[in-house]
């Protein structure tokens, strides 16, 4: 039994052996697999001016209050609400019967006081003419004192006279500025009341106000540049840059127009306020938006893609490659700790700790790791991407890396061999 038992043992222990080394001999392959394949790309040099964003809201430059300049019924309403109106359109018209009469009155009125002027100022210019022995002081001063008073009579009435001819204008109620109009607050049919009754209100847009709020640090900063020459005493008519909610580029351009004279001490900010065309009427009062105030002059940069950056317990670093077989596109990785500046053109500006002819991994990043060495493929920067692998670089247009690109992944069929089951059964 014994010998039987070991011969089991022997054959057994043959089996697994055959079965170990045909695994061993088929895996040998898999670990002859070269380095790991990376798409590398030089850092953009731009001229970059430094800046400061910063949030801000949209408001008109002129808002007024349209109201009623005389009493009456009103009668008509002719715009749309929330559309564009031209200066001195016609908005809304208030019942004239009762300014027509009074117009009428005062013409009348004026014409009598011209009357009674004429006929005065003749008896007075015949008295001049007469001597001491034809008339009497007393008479020639009575010529002279009815010449005057009619002539103050015909001032009063054509002053009566302006004064309902205005009224009557004021029953057509037009826009004093160009811009949006809001609702109407009141419906015709109503009683409106002068210099009381609100009827709407109307913005000018074009051009439209950013005001933003920059902190202290940043007027400092600001303070010393102009001491140094380097921004004019009188900020006003500085260029700006602004962006809307939904825009990562800062593309509009304006100029700042208002600086405020104080320091708000809650706060500890300065209120500014930018000028920005809106021709096309793509801004609304209200609107957030983002400001970008370049500070000084522009200097050159270093910047590389957000997908090329790696975080390390709130470190931000890149991984370099040193070029140490330039035939066969291979080298080795160095872990590079850099210091961020801001985002630009899709771009982030590397501020320190990378050199312009350094080799940045831009793709392949969990391949990877410091002092290992991998075949590199130089690609251009990629202007914004999303992070990981899923985009090949190397195909990128213009730029930017293509959205539909596929990763390349290892083939999912075990190519280890499997075991024969003891027995001849698999």
Not at 1 to 10: E, P, T, Y
Not at 32 to 40: A, L
Not at 58 to 67: K, N
Not at 139 to 168: C, D, F, P
Request: charged share 30%; with cysteine.
């Amino acid at each position: 039994m014994n010998s039987i038992r070991a011969s089991s043992g022997l054959i057994v222990g043959l089996l697994v052996g055959a079965a170990v080394g045909g695994c061993e001999h088929h895996q040998a392959p898999m670990g002859q697999k070269g380095p790991p394949e990376v798409f590398v790309s030089t850092p953009v040099v731009r001229e970059i001016t430094d800046s400061e964003e910063f949030s801000g809201r949209l408001e008109s430059d002129q808002t007024i209050q349209i109201r009623a300049r005389v009493t009456g019924y009103l009668l008509k309403e002719n715009f749309k609400e929330g559309g564009q109106v031209e200066k001195g359109q016609v908005l809304f018209e208030i019942d004239p019967q009762l300014y027509e009469a009074e117009l009428a009155l005062a013409e009348g009125n004026v014409g009598e006081a011209q009357g009674q002027y004429n006929q005065a100022k003749a008896d007075w210019m015949r008295a001049q003419q007469l001597t001491n022995v034809q008339i009497s002081p007393e008479e020639r001063n009575r010529y002279k004192g009815g010449y005057e008073i009619s002539e103050g009579k015909l001032k009063a009435a054509r002053a009566t006279l302006k004064k309902a001819q205005v009224n009557m204008a004021y029953t057509k109620v037009r826009a004093p500025i160009s811009g949006r109009i809001s609702k109407s607050v009141i419906d015709p049919g109503n009683l409106v009341k002068a210099d009381d009754t609100i009827l709407t209100s109307i913005g000018s847009v074009d051009p439209i106000k950013a005001y933003f709020d920059v902190d202290e640090r940043t007027v400092l900063r600001v303070v010393d540049l102009i001491e140094q020459g380097v921004i004019p005493k009188d900020p006003t008519g500085l260029p700006v840059e602004m962006g809307l909610a939904d825009e990562e580029n800062r593309s509009h351009l304006g100029k700042i127009d208002f600086f405020d004279t104080y320091v708000d001490q809650s706060t500890g900010t300065l209120r500014v306020r930018g000028s920005f065309d809106n021709k096309k009427g793509l801004f609304v009062p209200g609107m957030f938006v983002r400001v970008r105030l370049p500070i000084g002059k522009a200097q050159q940069s270093l910047l590389v893609a957000e997908k090329a950056l790696v975080t390390d317990q709130g470190q931000k670093f890149v991984y370099v490659v040193k070029d140490e077989n330039s035939a066969e596109h291979e080298g080795k990785v160095e872990y590079r700790r850099v210091e961020l500046g801001r985002l630009h053109d899709g771009l982030r500006v590397i501020k320190g700790g990378l050199d312009p002819k350094e080799k940045v991994v831009v793709s392949g990043l969990q391949r990877v790791r410091p002092d290992i060495k991998v075949k590199f493929k130089d690609v251009e920067m990629p202007m914004s991407a999303p992070a990981g692998d899923s985009n090949d670089p190397s195909k990128a247009r213009n730029g930017r890396s293509p959205s539909n690109a596929t990763q390349t992944t290892a083939p999912k069929n075990d190519a280890r061999p499997k075991k024969k089951a003891i027995g001849g059964k698999q």
